[in-house]
């Protein structure tokens, strides 16, 4: 989403680029781009990336949802396996400098709400785009990462209902949500503000893990 961008694009100092017919941001051999929200977004970007310029390696920066309290609101996710729920392909991240890879992160078109099944089986975090990425990667025999932070965990159908393919809810989607449900408006202002700092944290891990 774009505000999973904007801090890594703060941090190395990009500026706003058409990558490809995608959106991001680029500086010298630096690219990013917004993905959308989902699989097909996420694999179509990629393509298009991979598409429109060299790459040496592609790292998956955002935020993720935890399945239960091993993963801290804020800590960082850096999975040793990611695992395409739709198919249950197997992926397996190239390492990052001074980050240590754990745990296996699903990734799935929608998010899951009661995980409980999942959990037994080693995973530790939800995401919507990291699989799809992994899987176009591969195809092209391009190296490829993932870090993200722990935003969230155990949203509503309701909440994440809000959220559109490109990102956070429109205004009035939330005002209508607000109208409806006004004693969950601590929990939307709370949500934001987890969501920011996670999406700052795994920025700032990134950029640290690739600087040369």
Do not use: F
């Not at 996710?77 to 392909?89: F, H, I, M, R, Y």
């Not at 956070?168 to 939307?188: D, E, K, T």
């Amino acid at each position: 989403m774009p505000m999973e961008a904007r801090p890594l694009a703060r941090k190395l100092r990009l500026r706003r680029a058409d990558v490809g017919g995608v959106k991001g941001y680029r500086k010298g051999a630096v690219v990013a781009v917004v993905t959308g929200m989902g699989p097909r977004r996420a694999a179509a970007a990629t393509r298009q990336l991979l598409s429109a310029v060299p790459v040496d390696r592609v790292v998956v920066v955002g935020i993720t949802g935890a399945v239960d309290e091993r993963a801290p609101i804020g800590s960082l996710v850096v999975p040793e396996t990611v695992v395409d729920g739709a198919t249950g392909a197997e992926y397996r991240p190239a390492p990052l400098r001074g980050l240590t890879n754990q745990g296996r992160m699903w990734t799935s078109a929608t998010i899951m709400t009661e995980p409980s099944a999942i959990v037994d089986d080693g995973v530790i975090a939800l995401d919507m785009e990291t699989a799809a990425v992994a899987a176009v990667c591969e195809a092209h025999g391009t190296p490829w990462s993932v870090v993200r932070a722990v935003s969230d965990r155990g949203l509503d159908h309701d909440v994440v209902g809000l959220s559109s393919d490109d990102g956070p809810p429109g205004v009035g989607a939330a005002l209508r949500y607000v109208v409806r449900h006004p004693g969950r408006v601590a929990g939307l202002v709370r949500l934001g503000r987890d969501a920011a700092r996670a999406a700052e944290r795994a920025a700032e891990a990134a950029v640290r893990a690739t600087a040369s």
